[in-house]
């Protein structure tokens, strides 16, 4: 029964961890309370028994402007939601009301001030209320940083509710809150649920801040159509960056406490229907906002604590899909947090305040941990499960292939220098101006040119010395003591840099394709051209489509369900009701559209769309791939290659010809295999040798492995070979063989 609903209602394949169990308690009338993080799928939880219980489920959520969103989400999915709350016309709450009466409504949200209303609960109480779920619920603690006074009422439920069973929510993790919900709200024997807070589809990620407008712009122009949120620590900040965004064409919107509620809601509402691609905002931005489809989360400055920059991290990504998270770091901008924990009154707060705040520099400046396990550890979660100093988790730019650490230890002996001969007393900006031998008034006045260390990081831009001198504060190779003039001072570490005694590391980033840090089974394979074109195609519907229901477009569809449809492009109803996100009730909705969208794609582009589409078997969910064909897109060069190849020249005979390394002529196979040329793998390997390669690709990632990862790491392959694998070897095996595992996973699909 309940998968059934799953299927119909949601159309989803299966339940997300923890769902199925908290489901079951629920239509088992028992109290239910359940910690999950944001994106973990709590609405299911009681949407779905609210669908197939006979009553009324009364939800308690903390916006009333947020309400209409999440009653459309699941008219949407029909199931028969309503709200009543102050902004509800009369006339209409009437309707409502007796609708009520009628028992044809399944969810009824309501605002917490409305329970606190004697009229309102005798009303409640000549209903057949199935329960109660209480969403966000550590708004009820004190102890959380969401507090509202409203949702003490609710305390009430248990009294005047006796034999009605509740179900509470939140994405808040502490121990401290999650007891005082329980007992606030007085649950009875509760099922206590705990869900895992990974997020595997989130990528993190620490950049150190040189210029933050300009690295804000470079990110954005390899994310130019994506959502995000870019949370800043002050208005004013806000303010400039969204005037900064909207200068460069970028549909961006600014949303702080100091706008007017009005111009703050009209903002948000247009993030949430991608009527506004970004929105620049203080951290007052955020709760309750369901929108699925943001692509990044980017943190301009430090947050004052984890569990803050976990709540709003977890805003990106719910629909599963990859997304980003990017905190810019500079030692700098965390002197006014510590300025202002500092300030705090009550002894036992600023002592917590601060210790918060060292945690959060912990996860910025630590260079040697996986980002994930520092994160999860703070939420009392042991991750990898294995006490291991293999790194694995593939979604931080410490464990990806793409992060480079490159030795700078000379650099840093420059610096050094710098400082130590200017008796360290100066701050970041002098320094770098002797270094590179800029000719500037303060340096003449202090005779700084006529130092040995004038000029000598000429070679080098402002902007490079000004990252060593950041990843020094980071590593606490130099400190600061006086936050109001952030003087630069040396440490133990910098003496024994400075005598050659230690090594000096730095992370250097290089981005890559989103999809080649991609880590967890359930990942899609990503969109060729022609799928991209589609996805395109069916954003645009899900726009024009929301904009006619007046609602937020992920509540039509979410990216999810687009990358699938556009990857499988569905040909009829049986097989758009394999695509996840796709119920009958929304195939019913919009299958005509979808599925003449993507005919119009496929016959604009018929040869395209045959390599492209993924042959579907109807009903098993599962997928096939037919077999590759031979494409035309490819480059010249990638041609010229192929055509040598054709010829029998085996891979060293084409570099020698075309004086190209091993290497680039490794690239061509893999860009034409990607772009859906036939690349038969006996060409470059036996199967023996292929097999070979599996196991020491399998071998190195086994703890991974063990955890539900599959990694194609090429660093740990190579050496778990022992010097029988290259790296040009192991990146074309990994091409072979990343398909066959994912032509594998598809195929066990359920
Ligand atoms: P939360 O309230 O816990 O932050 P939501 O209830 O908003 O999370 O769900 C986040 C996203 O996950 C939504 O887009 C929802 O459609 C999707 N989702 C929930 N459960 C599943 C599932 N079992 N399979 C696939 N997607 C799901
Ligand atoms: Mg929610």
Redesign the pocket.
Known sequence: MIFRQ?AET?G?????PH?EEIVRAVLNRRDVFAV?????????CYQLPAKIMDGVCVVVSPLIALMKDQVDAARTNGINAATLNSTIPLEEQRKIGSALHRNEIDMLYISPERFNNERFIERLKTLNITFFAI?EAHCISEWGHDFRPDYLALSRIAEEFPNTPLAA?T?TATARVSDDIVCRLKLRNPLLVRASFNRPNLFYRVVPKINFHQQLREFLQKHPKDSGIIYRQSRKKVEETAAMLQREGYSALPYHAGMSDEDRHRNQDAFSKDACQIVAATIAFGMGI?K?NVRFVIHGELPKNIEGYYQET?RAG???EPAECMLFYSRSDSFILEKFAKDIEDTQARKIALQQLQQMFHYAENQSECRRTVLLRYFGEQYPKHQSSLTLCGGCDYCSDDAEKEDATIPAQKILSAIVRTGEKFGAGQIVDIVTGSNTEKIRQFHHDTLPTYGVGKDKPKTYWKAVINTMLAKEVLNTEDPERPILKLTDSARSILKGRRRFEMIKFLEKEQKERRLSAAELPALSPFGQSVFEKLRELRMSLAQEANVPP?VIF?D?TLHEAALFLPQDKTELLQI??IGEYKAGLYGKHILSAIQECCAADSEAAETSRKTFTPFSGRFAEPPAKQKGGITPTIEETLHLFGQGNSIEQIAALRQLSKGTVYSHFEDAYQSGYAVDSERFFTPERLAQIREWFADSAKEAAELGFTLWRLKPAVEASGGQLDYDEARLARMFLQKEHSQHALDNIP
């Not at 989803?12 to 997300?16: A, D, G, V, Y």
């Open positions: 799953l949601f989803f394949r299966s339940f997300r769902q999950m993080p944001t994106g973990g799928g709590k609405s299911l969403d929510f994405a369901d699925s977890g719910r629909d599963s992920y979410n999810r996840s996100g």
